[in-house]
């Protein structure tokens, strides 16, 4: 075939290849058949052989079943004329189903985007609202700590700040007028006042000259402003504290001369709205200028002295001086008398209201005993106690 494609002219093998192009898959099966067909009368080995024919005979099934198809399209589009227009149709709906498709496609993508923005927005207004909540919470519990500070006395970092304060409420502080508004009277305790008192130590603490140290706890008590921020439940708790720890020490224990200074100094300034007090802030007053000595380390024999006379307790002691044991006498009877008269004994001081008077200053764990005659206690309504006498 080859031999007599190769003898033709030049025109005729252009016309023969361009014919053998237009119907290419004509062709192919042609040439597929002349490769069977060479197979199977070439002599060669068997196994090639058998290689070469299985070849031709799959190119040949696959190219007559296009054939078949192609020609077979072919043949429709030129014998039918409504072929051509339901092809264009048929694409045509393949093409619409094709839009809607990816119309579908496009419109899930969308709607998913959609659902994620709404989604991404719940989760940002959500954490907005944790963030808002624990904002309010964070400031409602700097607003308790504050707050808990103020009641507390914790205001002040510098000395400056007392001073500034101070100065700028002098004029109320001088017509004894309200300064805080910030303190609730009926929340303040009485371990609020002793806590005041002793962070105003930290403050004194800065300071190194002691007239220095008593000016600047008098200003931090003015513009703490407790005696006009605390109910007279808490001056009568706070007056007994200092009055126990009057007798109890003098006020001469060293670590706690800051914090006296200031309970007296506020005591004082409480105390002068109630004039039935008149006698207990005379007593007060005094304990603050002991503090005041005592910081200043000279002699508080005086000012003890005076303490002790508004409360009661120097009078006593000066009977006590007085009555000094009498002569014995002979006679019996004027001897119990005497015994009865000269006797000293201790009534209930403090805040108990017991009528009885006892043996010891001590007696069944008593405090603020106030010594006097057995005669004196009597005449006073006294009555003596069963397990002393």
Same mark, same amino acid.
């Given at each position: 075939?080859?031999?007599?494609?190769?003898?033709?002219?030049?025109?005729?093998?252009?016309?023969?290849?361009?014919?053998?192009?237009? @119907?290419?898959?004509?062709? @192919?099966?042609?040439?597929?058949?002349?490769?069977? =067909?060479?197979?199977?009368?070439?002599?060669?080995?068997?196994?090639?052989?058998?290689?070469?024919?299985?070849?031709?005979?799959? @190119?040949?099934?696959i190219l007559s079943i296009f054939n078949w /198809?192609?020609?077979?399209?072919?043949?429709?589009?030129?014998?039918?004329? *409504?072929?051509?227009? &339901?092809?264009?149709?048929?694409?045509?709906r393949e093409r619409k189903e094709e839009e809607?498709?990816?119309?579908?496609?496009?419109?899930?993508?969308?709607?998913?985007?959609?659902?994620?923005?709404?989604?991404?927005?719940?989760?940002?207004?959500?954490?907005?609202?944790?963030?808002?909540?624990?904002?309010? !919470?964070?400031?409602?519990?700097?607003?308790?700590?504050?707050? &808990?500070?103020?009641?507390?006395?914790?205001?002040?970092?510098?000395?400056?700040? =007392?001073? *500034?304060?101070?100065?700028? *409420?002098?004029?109320?502080?001088?017509?004894?007028?309200?300064?805080?508004?910030?303190? %609730?009277?009926?929340?303040?305790?009485?371990?609020? =006042?002793? %806590?005041?008192?002793?962070? #105003?130590?930290?403050?004194?603490?800065?300071?190194?000259?002691?007239?220095?140290?008593?000016?600047?706890?008098?200003?931090?008590?003015? /513009?703490?402003?407790?005696?006009?921020?605390?109910?007279?439940?808490?001056?009568?708790?706070?007056?007994?504290?200092?009055?126990?720890?009057?007798?109890? #020490? !003098?006020?001469?224990?060293?670590?706690?001369?800051?914090?006296?200074?200031?309970?007296?100094?506020?005591?004082?300034?409480?105390?002068?709205?109630?004039?039935?007090?008149?006698?207990?802030?005379?007593?007060?007053?005094?304990?603050?200028?002991?503090?005041?000595?005592?910081?200043? !380390?000279?002699?508080?024999?005086?000012?003890?002295?005076?303490?002790?006379?508004?409360?009661?307790?120097?009078?006593?002691?000066?009977?006590?001086? /007085?009555?000094?044991?009498?002569? !014995?006498?002979?006679?019996?009877?004027?001897?119990?008398?005497?015994?009865?008269?000269?006797?000293?004994?201790?009534? %209930? $001081?403090? #805040?108990?209201?017991?009528?009885?008077?006892?043996? #010891?200053?001590?007696?069944?764990?008593?405090? $603020?005993?106030?010594p006097m005659s057995r005669e004196e206690a009597?005449?006073?309504?006294? /009555?003596?106690?069963?397990?002393?006498?």
């Amino acid at each position: 075939m080859f031999e007599k494609f190769n003898v033709l002219k030049r025109w005729q093998k252009i016309l023969i290849i361009i014919i053998g192009i237009l @119907l290419l898959p004509l062709t @192919l099966l042609l040439f597929s058949i002349l490769f069977l =067909v060479k197979s199977i009368s070439k002599k060669s080995n068997k196994l090639l052989k058998i290689l070469k024919i299985a070849i031709s005979l799959v @190119l040949i099934f696959i190219l007559s079943i296009f054939n078949w /198809v192609w020609w077979g399209e072919m043949f429709k589009m030129v014998t039918d004329p *409504n072929y051509s227009t &339901e092809l264009n149709e048929q694409q045509e709906r393949e093409r619409k189903e094709e839009e809607l498709k990816d119309k579908e496609t496009k419109e899930k993508q969308e709607l998913k985007d959609e659902l994620e923005n709404q989604k991404k927005k719940e989760l940002e207004e959500k954490k907005k609202q944790e963030d808002l909540e624990l904002a309010k !919470k964070e400031k409602a519990e700097k607003e308790r700590v504050e707050k &808990e500070n103020s009641k507390n006395g914790i205001r002040f970092n510098t000395v400056d700040e =007392v001073k *500034n304060l101070y100065k700028k *409420n002098q004029e109320k502080i001088t017509k004894r007028e309200k300064v805080r508004d910030d303190l %609730n009277w009926k929340e303040i305790t009485l371990q609020n =006042v002793l %806590n005041h008192a002793s962070n #105003s130590k930290k403050l004194l603490g800065k300071l190194e000259n002691v007239s220095d140290k008593i000016d600047l706890s008098m200003q931090i008590v003015a /513009v703490d402003d407790l005696h006009h921020n605390t109910s007279q439940k808490i001056m009568k708790e706070t007056l007994e504290y200092m009055i126990k720890e009057y007798k109890n #020490s !003098k006020l001469d224990n060293k670590e706690k001369l800051e914090d006296y200074l200031y309970i007296t100094r506020y005591l004082d300034s409480k105390l002068k709205s109630y004039p039935e007090y008149k006698q207990k802030q005379e007593a007060i007053y005094q304990m603050y200028n002991l503090t005041k000595d005592r910081l200043r !380390k000279i002699d508080t024999s005086s000012d003890i002295e005076k303490i002790d006379k508004a409360l009661g307790i120097y009078v006593e002691k000066a009977k006590e001086k /007085v009555e000094a044991p009498k002569p !014995k006498i002979e006679e019996s009877s004027k001897y119990s008398e005497n015994q009865q008269t000269s006797e000293t004994v201790y009534a %209930n $001081g403090g #805040s108990s209201k017991s009528n009885k008077y006892h043996s #010891s200053p001590t007696a069944h764990n008593m405090e $603020g005993a106030i010594p006097m005659s057995r005669e004196e206690a009597e005449s006073k309504g006294y /009555v003596a106690c069963k397990r002393c006498y």
